[in-house]
């Protein structure tokens, strides 16, 4: 079912040239950290159009692409640095504003969105984002790429690619809500402009490490032509992974909630954040039986837009990756044996010990690193089965893209095998407020076994 014929394959660049031609711009340290050997995919979905006496009805797919395309025009005039390509200078990646531009495909799916009941168990996903996942040429590689898909439904697919060396989902959200600004009629002139000013992230002279880091390592890199196949065997020999989405209502998130709060180890006002948070990797942790002697690692971040969480403050419209991943560990048996009420404490602790010159001293760490030629991982392991790796997009505003299309109907973070083995992603649903879908992965018998946990399910329900 569904095969995807692609129509057309165009580049845009921005409307007007970049001045300086070819200015670079230099990424941080926390953009560094984070690989250029995957893409990121995600898809959009919007909704067939209205009674066949809409005028919008019978437009012609190519119609639709040509206007999306001028309006993207006109915001990679803000955002030229998405239209450069990478290039390297000594140890560090950096950015060559050339105006090469973006990908823009346009295809038609043999398929309607009723096909599938839910649009989450939409079977051609993979077809609706252009290219590859691996990077193998990073040199080359444009930093993002779209495809518009038109279902025989008349509903709309736009899938976007991204390299996180340039965007996190903070960035990423901007980009898009100056995209739908633009394509609406407003002038780029009246718009926020981006600020893309890694100096703002930078390391000190000479680097300070007044605390110790914990929450990065470092090791050899491999060479820019390994890279892509080095990462495609590693994933290769990795344990394959099922992947499956749960929704958790605003009673649920609710409920959990007070189930910590009341809990033995509970505390006043804990977040939705640390519930959900505490709540996944207990399960998880449960769910794989873990020898308690095993330490487990849990990656969450945390924004630097944050207030209080740096001096001067990372302004909103920061275009790059501002924020800290702390991997915080603790042994299976602590986890397994304590009430969740205790693994949300451990958040708690930790969110609120985290200071700026952590982040700095790691900043300052990972800048040494890099000048030594070494690549900056996460001090966690995310393939052996013991890591849990979880971001969240709970608050960032899915939903409000709007591109002439109506509001999507619904939004999917593509899984990609190099996520690895134990993976928790927060989503927004449509409904909005405190609802939301937890996107996971793990390897077959350890998702049978985490559909099954009590906790989960008390607290989730399968959507598929």
């Given at each position: ?9 165009s580049?845009v660049?921005?409307?007007t040239?970049?001045l ?6 230099k ?16 898809v959009y ?7 066949i006496d ?6 012609p ?7 999306l395309?001028?309006?993207?025009s006109?915001?990679l ?9 990478v290039?390297?200078?000594g ?5 060559e504003c050339?105006d090469?531009?973006?990908?823009f495909l346009?295809a ?10 839910d649009?989450?168990r939409?079977?051609?996903?993979h077809?609706l ?5 691996y990077?193998?040429n ?16 008349g509903?709309?697919a736009?899938?976007v690619?991204?390299a996180e060396?340039i965007?996190d ?20 002139r009246?718009?926020t402009p981006?600020?893309?000013d890694?100096?703002l992230?930078?390391?000190?002279e000479p ?12 090791s ?15 994933n290769a020999s ?11 209502d605003?009673q649920q998130v ?16 804990p977040s ?10 207990k ?22 837009k ?7 403050p ?9 924020a800290h991943s702390?991997?915080?560990?603790a042994?299976?048996?602590e986890i ?8 949300a ?7 609120r010990?985290t ?6 001293s790691?900043i300052?760490w ?8 070494r690549?900056?991982?996460f ?5 052996g089965?013991?890591g849990?790796?979880s971001?969240?997009?709970h608050?960032?505003?899915?939903y ?13 973070l ?15 649903t ?21 559909c099954?946990h009590?906790l989960?399910q ?7």
């Amino acid at each position: 079912m569904g095969v995807v014929s692609m129509l057309l394959v165009s580049t845009v660049t921005p409307a007007t040239p970049t001045l300086p031609m070819n200015r670079i711009h230099k990424l941080s340290n926390l953009d560094l950290h984070v690989s250029f050997d995957y893409y990121t995919k995600q898809v959009y979905y919007f909704p067939p159009p209205a009674p066949i006496d809409d005028p919008q009805h019978e437009k012609p797919i190519e119609e639709i692409a040509s206007s999306l395309k001028a309006s993207l025009s006109q915001t990679l005039v803000l955002f030229n640095v998405f239209a450069g390509r990478v290039r390297e200078n000594g140890p560090r990646l950096e950015i060559e504003c050339n105006d090469r531009g973006v990908p823009f495909l346009v295809a038609t799916a043999d398929a309607s969105f009723s096909d599938w009941g839910d649009l989450a168990r939409c079977s051609i996903e993979h077809e609706l984002n252009p290219g590859e996942t691996y990077i193998t040429n990073p040199v080359d590689s444009p930093l993002l790429k779209f495809q518009l898909t038109r279902f025989n439904c008349g509903g709309i697919a736009l899938g976007v690619v991204t390299a996180e060396l340039i965007v996190d989902g903070s960035s990423y959200f901007e980009f898009m809500r100056c995209w739908s600004q633009i394509h609406k009629g407003s002038s780029p002139r009246d718009l926020t402009p981006p600020v893309f000013d890694s100096s703002l992230l930078k390391a000190r002279e000479p680097p300070q490490i007044t605390i110790p880091v914990r929450d990065y390592t470092s090791s050899p890199k491999p060479s820019t032509d390994a890279m892509g196949k080095s990462s495609q065997e590693h994933n290769a020999s990795a344990k394959p992974t099922l992947v499956k989405l749960f929704e958790m209502d605003p009673q649920q998130v609710d409920s959990l909630v007070r189930e910590i709060q009341s809990g033995p180890f509970g505390f006043d006002t804990p977040s939705s954040f640390e519930a959900t948070c505490a709540m996944i990797w207990k399960a998880m942790t449960e769910a794989r039986g873990l020898p308690d002697s095993t330490l487990t690692t849990y990656v969450y971040a945390i924004s630097l837009k944050a207030k209080n969480r740096w001096n001067p403050p990372i302004p909103a419209a920061y275009i790059g990756n501002s924020a800290h991943s702390p991997c915080l560990s603790a042994s299976a048996g602590e986890i397994k044996s304590n009430h969740v009420s205790y693994v949300a404490r451990l958040f708690r602790q930790d969110i609120r010990t985290t200071t700026p010159e952590h982040i700095q001293s790691a900043i300052d760490w990972m800048e040494l690193e890099i000048i030594r030629g070494r690549k900056i991982n996460f001090n966690c392991d995310f393939v052996g089965g013991t890591g849990v790796y979880s971001t969240s997009l709970h608050t960032f505003p899915v939903y409000g893209v709007d591109l002439g299309m109506g509001r999507p109907v619904h939004y999917s973070l593509v899984m990609q095998p190099w996520y690895g083995n134990g993976v928790a992603i927060v989503l927004p649903t449509p409904k909005g407020g405190r609802s939301r879908r937890l996107l996971v992965s793990l390897p077959r018998e350890e998702m049978r076994k985490l559909c099954e946990h009590e906790l989960f399910q008390k607290f989730t329900t399968a959507v598929l």
